[in-house]
């Protein structure tokens, strides 16, 4: 059905079942001007800011300062600056905005960020993950003279982290004009009460904003599915609005409703539309999903009456040589590696992601625990969130709530990581936690009861001030694998989550023998720490850990042996900026990710992969580059096979299979240069062969891209993987080129990583070297459509160079 609607001078159409185009939505992500400037100040109106450098949000600046070991954010933030940084945008509202109300979102700005329009300081926002509106309205000019807006970011008290946070506006920025009766901020609340087979019931409470004298309008909600078909509508015709903001609420049924799942995950929309008379006054769009779940204390959690375990893991907000500064693609990419490997879940650890992450999660199907904060009242870092925890947490975990409420994937609440709150003294004299557990979910309880509360807790025993506050629905134990077994007999009726586990740490391509020895690292952390280990490595066989963690496969053993253990979260998904645990300086980014900070996997991926997707999976590692005579152990990752052969150079060195409860097979190999090849069977047929050969000297450069073709837009990437092979095309295993790179066309170099924990080399720039034989190069669209020729060279390899699209 197509309507038109009027508003004062913009005259937009619709179909009923399409975005928003009544309410005028712009991203305002581009034109700004940026300044890296602690002393001086420029809120005012008018300031000369000609020579300062023009950028596009989202933006991170500390992505772009050097290494360096002095910074005051420590390597447990990236040792990377933070500082003081100043934005400035220029803007003209057409004279249609006169009458209108003029919101500005900001998703997320890493921290204490201060607003000012024309002059006029419309607000302060302390929290750098939390997103937030400012109404501007009453100082801007509609009359076709200029607004300037800016934006004071202060990330200068450190440490404020105990990871890299990134700074600046690093998430997106809109610019929204409505009607003076509008969908409030975050204005709908869509569940589904009744959901089976035959029907849904879909509640909608949508909450209307009246600015002017309007006393009555329409509310029309239609709901369309995953094709655009109108599915559902209610109409509430005359809705008093009395107050500033009326709430009303509708329920509607629809039938043979499509269930969201982790496999199926299907969308609708509700589409909201406020009318007086018969013309427009605002329309609003919120996807959402129809599904059910449950966390049971015998039988853990299901989704739609299926039970499955959580398999999931923790990530940090930061896209590695991408920074903070958010971006969409990067972030499909990220997830589209952990699904490749079975991962069913994200915890947005340890703080409330992006919003694009929850869209992605929603349309790919990733379940999400949702959490707030790190730390609460006690601190962690001298300036971190605490200073500000009893002005602001009430609004902050609302804001969250709120925003996020209305995404499928969401299924838990984490009111907090690792609270030392949970410690309540020798004798429990220290009560705070309980009441502050209590009163977070009181909040979150006001805000949406479908989802149970969590907390992730590293002292998962009693007493636990905030296990004993009763106010968890699902208990939460970071770590402590050893104790899962008796968590019945602890906790009587509770249910159960492992919020955080393993807490491995690997670095890609790096073996240290022999590989059945386990390595708890660090030993201590009051004296310089380096076991032996001066390259700042750490095994990727799964045989090293952070002594309060274990390797992957100890945890995964427990969680797959219980039914009422309803999964976990693993520390973690992708390696991250900061926290290079059990290393100091110059090691500057984490060992914890089953993928490295570039995207690639660590061998541990195929542990995964083999146990979570139904994928075969044959991987054998090591590399085949030794010294004559080592004794090297190659251990195999397989599936949909009952047994493994290992040859060398043609010949057997024995057939194994997995006994007990083992995940892998192994043998102690004395090298010989060559192939080594391994063949998985079932009932003597071949499922799988996978060979890895001796490489020769680096000889050539192969680049490869993730997608050939990206959008035109500005903002998509493609990631190109740089490989040094030998003559014969062999991967090098330990290739560290140095690549020069060369971009021409419509694109252009934004990141550059290797996935080294240690390597300084800046991310940005046209050269990088390459780190176990791999490199990645992440190159942006510049907006114009047309080819991306990408270069690249070293001494004394041979260069290569692949051609893109821009469409
Ligand atoms: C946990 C903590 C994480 C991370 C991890 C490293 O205790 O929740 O944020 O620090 O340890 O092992």
Redesign the pocket.
């Known amino acids: 059905m197509k309507k038109i609607f009027l508003l004062a001078g913009i005259v937009i159409s619709m179909m009923a079942a399409a975005q928003t185009h009544i309410r005028y939505i712009e991203n305002f992500d581009n034109g700004w001007k940026f300044i890296l400037d602690s002393v001086n100040e420029y809120s005012a109106a008018n300031v000369n800011d000609t020579a300062w450098r023009n950028l596009n949000l989202p933006h991170d600046w500390s992505i772009e300062f050097a290494f360096d070991k002095n910074s005051p954010t420590g390597v447990g933030g990236g040792a990377l600056h933070g500082g003081v940084g100043w934005y400035r945008k220029t803007f003209t509202l057409p004279e249609a905005s006169s009458n209108k109300q003029v919101l500005i979102d900001f998703d997320g700005v890493y921290m204490n960020s201060s607003v000012w329009v024309n002059g006029h300081k419309v607000g302060f926002h302390p929290y750098g993950y939390t997103s937030f509106r400012y109404n501007l309205t009453p100082y801007l000019h509609v009359d076709g003279t200029p607004n300037t807006i800016a934006v004071k970011v202060d990330n200068s008290k450190q440490p404020n982290s ?1 990871w890299y946070s990134g700074s600046g506006i690093y998430r997106n920025v809109w610019l929204t004009i409505t009607n003076p009766v509008y969908v409030d901020h975050w204005g709908t609340y869509v569940t589904t009460p009744v959901v089976n087979n035959a029907s849904a019931t879909v509640q909608v409470n949508t909450s209307i904003c009246r600015a002017d004298t309007l006393h009555k309008v329409t509310l029309n909600t239609v709901i369309v599915d995953d094709k655009g078909n109108k599915v559902a509508h209610k109409i509430n015709t005359l809705v008093e609005l009395n107050d500033s903001v009326t709430n009303v609420s509708q329920q509607l049924t629809l039938t043979n409703p499509k269930l969201w799942s982790v496999n199926h995950p299907v969308l609708y929309k509700v589409i909201t539309t406020l009318l007086d008379g018969k013309s427009g006054l605002d329309d609003y769009v919120t996807p959402f999903g129809i599904r059910t779940f449950g966390f049971d204390a015998n039988n853990g959690f299901s989704l739609n009456g299926e039970h499955f375990k959580i398999n999931g893991v923790c990530n940090h907000h930061d896209l590695g040589c991408l920074g903070a500064a958010v971006n969409r693609r990067a972030l499909e990419r990220q997830l589209e590696i952990l699904k490749g490997m079975g991962v069913n879940a994200i915890r947005t ?2 703080n409330p992601p992006a919003p694009e992450l929850l869209n992605l999660c929603d349309s790919m199907g990733l379940l999400v625990m949702d959490e707030a904060f790190d730390m609460w009242k006690k601190q962690k870092n001298p300036y971190d969130y605490h200073l500000y925890w009893d002005e602001w947490h009430e609004k902050d975990l609302r804001s969250q709530v709120m925003r996020d409420r209305n995404h499928p994937s969401v299924i838990i609440w984490s009111i907090g ?2 609270i030392p709150e949970q410690w309540g003294g020798k004798n429990g004299e220290d009560s705070s936690g309980k009441m502050i557990a209590r009163e977070l979910a009181d909040i979150v309880r006001s805000l949406d009861t479908t989802r149970p509360i969590t907390a ?1 807790n ?1 002292n998962p025993e009693p007493p636990n001030m905030i296990i004993e506050s009763g106010a968890l629905d699902l208990i939460g134990y ?1 770590y402590h694998h050893q104790l899962y077994a008796a968590f019945p007999q602890t906790y009587p009726g509770k249910k159960f989550i492992a919020t ?1 586990t393993v ?1 491995a740490l690997e670095t890609r391509g790096h073996y240290d023998m022999p590989s059945d020895s386990i390595r708890r690292w660090p030993v201590r952390w009051d004296i310089p720490f380096n076991n032996g280990n001066p390259d700042l490595t750490c095994s990727a066989y799964d045989n090293c850990s ?1 002594p ?2 274990s390797t992957h496969e100890e945890t995964w053993k427990v969680i797959k042996k219980y039914n009422f253990l309803s999964g976990q979260f693993i ?1 973690t998904g992708f390696d991250y900026l900061g ?1 290079p ?1 059990p290393y100091g300086w110059p090691a500057r980014s984490s060992y ?1 990710g089953i993928v490295d900070l570039a995207g690639f996997p660590k061998d541990i991926y195929y542990m995964y992969k083999s146990e979570w997707t139904n994928e075969p999976v044959l991987h054998i590692f090591p590399h085949w580059n030794w010294k004559v005579g080592d004794t090297v152990d190659v251990w195999a990752y397989y599936n949909h096979a009952d047994e493994v052969e290992l040859f060398l150079n043609g010949k057997s060195l024995g057939k194994k299979h997995k006994e007990g409860d083992s995940l892998h097979v192994w043998w102690r190999v004395v090298y010989q240069p060559g192939t080594l090849k391994a063949i998985s069977t079932e009932n003597g047929k071949t499922v799988l062969t996978q060979e890895i050969k001796t490489a020769g000297a680096p000889a050539k450069i192969v680049l490869k891209a993730d997608r050939n073709t990206i959008h035109a837009d500005g903002k998509d990437l493609s990631f190109v993987t740089v490989t040094v092979v030998d003559k014969d095309g062999n991967t090098v295993p330990y290739a560290d080129n140095l690549i020069y790179y060369n971009i021409t066309g419509q694109g252009s170099i934004v990141g550059l990583d290797n996935g080294q924990q240690t390597d300084l080399e800046p991310f940005k720039g046209t050269q990088h070297k390459t780190f176990n034989g791999l490199g990645l190069c992440v190159v942006q669209s510049n907006g114009a459509k047309g080819d991306i020729t990408l270069q690249a060279s070293a001494d004394g390899l041979q260069g290569a160079s692949i051609v893109m699209k821009a469409l």
Request: glycine residues 6%; charged residues 25%; negative net charge.
């Open positions: 105990r650890s340890h990581n690792e992730a590293n970071n955080e807490s952070a309060w963690g520390w926290e645990t914890f």
